[in-house]
């Protein structure tokens, strides 16, 4: 699975977009990048994937770049409740074992 | 619909003792990974659990050990402990070992004094 690259930390304030970014640069032709949050306390908790078009659904857009190597998760409208650590994780749909989890990007959504 | 549900949420131990951990996957799937997480570090994957056997494991030493059962819950067990055990413990469950959308516990808080 290739290796991904976040920033430590970001701020963001409450109603405006989060835009988090990741870098890739060695991904392969067939691997997904994914996207987890973990909220103080709890597990991590699934957000997006996808491999070269732009995904969507209720919690999140994930955008990849043509070259597919970084992407960026937005929160279209973030709320307190979004402060977490956001894992980028890259790797194979199907791909069974274990999920590779570097240090990830704290976001902290300020009133 | 329960979802992962572990067991205990938090626990005190001394070093040298023994502990185990335990978790319900989530209805529907089959496949328990567990992990351990550090204060301040991203998960770290301890093993893989699939069809009652250990299918992969991450660099972790003899100590840990884990069990399936047949009604795909799973034990995680920790021997001769020591003070760098002291993590949160996290177990994932999902569908046929496809770990792409696993679903997360809350953790159990393991404490080593």
């Known amino acids: 699975d290739a290796k991904t690259t976040q920033p430590p930390s970001m701020d963001c304030a409450e109603g405006r977009a989060a835009n988090l970014p990741c870098n890739h640069s060695t991904i392969s032709g067939n691997e997904y990048v994914y996207w987890y949050r973990q909220i103080h306390s709890q597990g991590p908790q699934y957000i997006i994937h996808g491999l070269k078009n732009n995904e969507t659904n209720e919690m999140a857009s994930l955008i990849i770049t043509e070259d597919r190597k970084s992407s960026t998760l937005i929160l279209p409208h973030a709320t307190l409740r979004d402060t977490a650590v956001y894992y980028c994780i890259v790797r194979g749909v199907g791909n069974t074992g274990k999920l590779i989890f570097g240090q990830g990007t704290t976001l902290q959504v300020k009133p | 619909d329960a979802g992962v549900t572990q067991s205990p949420t938090h626990l005190i131990k001394t070093r040298g003792q023994q502990v185990t951990l335990r978790c319900s996957p989530k209805?529907?799937?089959?496949?328990v990974s567990w992990y351990q997480q550090a204060l301040g570090q991203g998960p770290q994957f301890i093993f893989q659990y699939y069809e009652e056997e250990e299918r992969q494991r991450g660099n972790f030493p003899d100590r840990f050990s884990g069990h399936q059962f047949p009604n795909y819950s799973s034990e995680l067990n920790v021997n001769a402990l020591l003070l760098g055990d002291s993590a949160l413990y996290l177990c994932?469950?999902?569908?046929?070992?496809?770990?792409?959308?696993?679903?997360f516990g809350q953790g159990t808080r393991l404490t080593v004094v």
């Open positions: 994932a469950s999902s569908f046929r070992a496809d770990t792409s959308q696993a679903f």
């Open positions: 209805s529907g799937h089959d496949t």
